[in-house]
């Protein structure tokens, strides 16, 4: 770490405040107070990152200064001290919030496995928010989370030519950000208070894309029951995002280029010409020049469209994205369930050995799984290894299942998620709707909705 953490400890027994002393202050700046008046008043002064906090003092008690630092909204990742019985008064205080609890007798081992954890964390949160000062501050891209200096580079290239009209093509493999790179060149460009649109063109039926992209009137075809405004029309002033422009067919192909260079079309069935002013910024995971020269994508479009290309290169060739990315989706995730899950570095470096053929989509749903099925809150190495099969021989402590499975989906997620959670549970309801946060009732109708189907030999209570 850059600097040394400042560390309070708050407990009327001075002989536990000299045993933390002597085991933190090798590799932290530590100050000690004897009493929760005084724990308030230093916490006051927003110096300190980590707090041991005796729950048991006179006059102001560790739960009362747990509610001053709320009250206050004051930051900091309180480890409660407590007796064996003061078990209930530690679940009132990790209630509050706090990080974590130890029990007296002081084990010297676990204070020094707690205080290096939150300070890993607290690491990876700084990371991210230098990240995204410096991005907004250099480049304006402070919706695209990395470090690489392959994305900084990307980042220098589109602010030179945000505020233009020029056409933009975003190629990489799937899953690297491309519709989210996409977004942040809109809403940093001088159009950002007009429309941003985006058709994905891999997902809709080749009879229905060119009603998309371009609307029709009523009675155009069968089923055009009322007038339809496309895309580009809703886009007119903003950006329109053509998404795996690849699968487009020949004749839809011909009319956006027609529309590209005249900047105006028909809508299907109608005769009303229609000016637009839209920029394009199209996206494909196939390489568009081998389409070319294949015959399945038209040349004159291609060239069109690739007036300032841009290559995403994937997460496994900028690994030092990968802690950082981790960091960013645990916050997010941790916020939507109502966790407090922290990686160990062992954890991260596990991740970071990973090659991720899904890059950044698959990463993120990894970190979702293992929040939800997380039953602690320190996520170690072997936790990860847990909710996988087995390592493959081929590569080092590469995880096999997340290898051979790319989840596009959320569903897919928390089936897997259920899945996982009740096999490191033994199939035990009770327990498995514990861990993920849900009523016995909720994951039944989960386990019907998902097709799950738990043998009755399973214990259930």
């Not at 990742?77 to 019985?85: G, L, M, T, W, Y």
């Not at 990973?354 to 990463?363: A, C, D």
Request: aromatic share 8%.
């Amino acid at each position: 770490m850059n600097s040394r953490r400042k560390i309070l400890i708050a407990d009327d027994d001075r002989g536990v405040r000299e045993i933390l002393k002597h085991v933190l202050s090798d590799n932290y700046s530590v100050h000690d107070v004897s009493c929760g008046e005084d724990a308030v008043k230093e916490l006051t002064s927003g110096e300190y990152e980590i707090l041991f906090l005796d729950l048991s003092m006179p006059g102001m008690d560790g739960l009362d200064v747990l509610h001053a630092v709320k009250q206050n909204n004051i930051e900091i990742d309180a480890v409660i001290i407590s007796a064996s019985n003061d078990l209930e008064k530690a679940v009132q205080a990790m209630k509050l919030g706090a990080y974590d609890y130890i029990a007296k007798p002081i084990d010297v081992e676990k204070i020094k496995l707690i205080a290096r954890n939150i300070s890993d964390k607290l690491n990876l949160k700084n990371e991210v928010s230098e990240l995204r000062k410096k991005v907004s501050d250099g480049f304006r891209f402070s919706s695209v989370i990395s470090v690489s200096p392959e994305m900084k580079k990307i980042f220098s290239l589109l602010n030179r030519v945000i505020d233009t009209d020029i056409t933009i093509l975003i190629t990489g493999e799937s899953g690297t950000g491309k519709g989210l790179l996409a977004d942040a060149v809109h809403y940093n460009s001088n159009r950002s208070l007009f429309p941003f649109r985006s058709l994905d063109c891999s997902t809709i039926p080749r009879d229905l894309i060119e009603s998309e992209l371009f609307g029709h009137e009523k009675g155009a075809f069968t089923g055009a029951h009322s007038r339809k405004i496309g895309k580009f029309e809703l886009a007119d002033k903003g950006t329109l995002f053509l998404d795996e422009v690849g699968n487009l067919s020949f004749d839809v192909q011909a009319k956006l280029l027609k529309v590209l260079q005249e900047k105006r079309f028909e809508r299907l069935g109608g005769n009303e010409v229609i000016e637009v002013n839209t920029r394009i910024i199209s996206a494909s995971n196939k390489n568009l020049k081998t389409l070319v020269s294949e015959g399945k994508f038209r040349e004159d479009l291609y060239y069109r469209l690739n007036v300032f290309p841009v290559e995403i290169p994937p997460l496994r060739q900028r690994k030092e994205d990968i802690p950082v990315l981790i960091n960013y989706f645990l916050t997010r995730f941790n916020s939507e369930y109502e966790r407090g899950t922290v990686f160990t570095e062992k954890a991260v470096n596990f991740f970071c050995r990973y090659e991720w053929p899904g890059n950044v989509r698959e990463l993120e749903n990894a970190v979702r799984r293992i929040v939800l099925i997380s039953v602690g809150k320190e996520i170690t190495e072997k936790d990860v290894e847990s909710i996988f099969d087995h390592i493959s021989q081929d590569q080092i402590d590469i995880p096999l299942k997340i290898k051979k499975t790319n989840y596009q989906t959320l569903d897919e997620v928390e089936k897997q998620a259920i899945l996982d959670s009740l096999k490191i549970n033994s199939f035990n309801m009770s327990k498995t709707s514990s861990v993920l946060g849900i009523s016995r009732k909720t994951l039944h109708n989960k386990l019907k909705a998902y097709g799950i189907s738990v043998e009755k030999k399973f214990s259930e209570e």
